[in-house]
């Protein structure tokens, strides 16, 4: 499906350098294509992410929406794995998932009731849930 490697780039200008690889070739990056990862997202992997563990979000069908947002720590690659990295930090997204949430930032939340990670401007989602955790997709 794709066919060169990603290369560095800025992106909106509150984020720092941005890096998307993968096992396989794929092509220049667009910010439409990329996954950005907040300050406060890149902050909490920090404390929590040591010897090659990194975050993993995968969409999988389900929750009051249609579609869910699972956050998993793991330290095993798959082959259809896109890793998003800053500051030394990764969160990786298998390639179906990825269809779902490109162009979407990953962010942490801190709530008097709970903190969680937590994807927001997804411009694939037309709506979600009151917490977050799901979402309808747009239908063109």
Not at 37 to 65: A, M
Not at 67 to 75: A, E, I, S, T, V
């Amino acid at each position: 499906m794709f066919s060169k490697l990603f290369k560095p780039f800025k992106s909106h200008r509150c984020f720092q350098t941005l890096r998307y690889y993968s096992n396989q070739q794929i092509p220049d990056p667009t910010p439409s294509d990329a996954v950005v990862l907040s300050e406060t997202c890149v902050k909490r992997l920090k404390e929590l992410c040591h010897d090659n563990v990194f975050l993993r979000l995968c969409v999988e069908s389900g929750g009051c929406s249609g579609f869910q947002y699972k956050f998993n720590l793991d330290d095993k690659l798959s082959n259809d794995d896109k890793i998003f990295e800053r500051d030394g930090v990764k969160v990786v997204v298998d390639e179906t998932s990825l269809e779902y949430i490109k162009g979407s930032t990953i962010d942490y939340h801190t709530e008097l009731i709970r903190s969680a990670f937590r994807v927001v401007k997804n411009p694939n989602a037309d709506v979600g849930c009151s917490c977050g955790a799901s979402f309808a997709i747009k239908i063109d």
